[in-house]
Nanobody
Framework: QVQLVESGGGLVQAGGSLRLSCSAS????????MGWFRQAPGKEREFVAA???????????NYADSVKGRFTISRDNAKNTVYLQMSSLKPEDTAVYYC???????????????WGQGTRVTVSS
């Protein structure tokens, strides 16, 4: 079992930045893919970004087109934590953001086995 706890959400003005953190416990996640997803009111959960390790110090990162160039995913395996640095935020980024762990990785929620409870991000115009 893996427990995930997200933090760092909040209210920010358009154009601002936030850094989300996701701390894992129960199992080391250094060999697993980790992803960020988000769900806005009335919408389905959508992929934001994912990181999949390829060596002990390198990983492959993927982003949704809507956040490419504005968001950066990173991981600190020593801390069992994954981050999402969000910049140039837009009102349409408003959502609850979830982190998740997967053996497969990628952009499909069904590929992910463990999920956090989410952290809310609100971007005002």
């Amino acid at each position: 079992q893996v427990q995930l706890v997200e933090s760092g959400g909040g209210l920010v003005q358009a154009g601002g930045s936030l850094r989300l953190s996701c701390s894992a416990s129960g199992r080391t996640t250094s060999t697993y893919a980790m992803g960020w997803f988000r769900q806005a009111p009335g919408k389905e959960r959508e992929f934001v970004a994912a990181t999949r390790p390829i060596t002990r110090t390198a990983d492959i990162r993927n982003y949704a087109d809507s956040v490419k160039g504005r968001f950066t995913i990173s991981r600190d395996n020593a801390k069992n934590t994954v981050y999402l640095q969000m910049s140039s935020l837009k009102p349409e980024d408003t959502a609850v953001y979830y982190c998740a762990v997967s053996n497969l990785g990628g952009g499909l929620p069904r590929n992910y086995d463990y999920w956090g409870q989410g952290t809310r991000v609100t971007v005002s115009s």
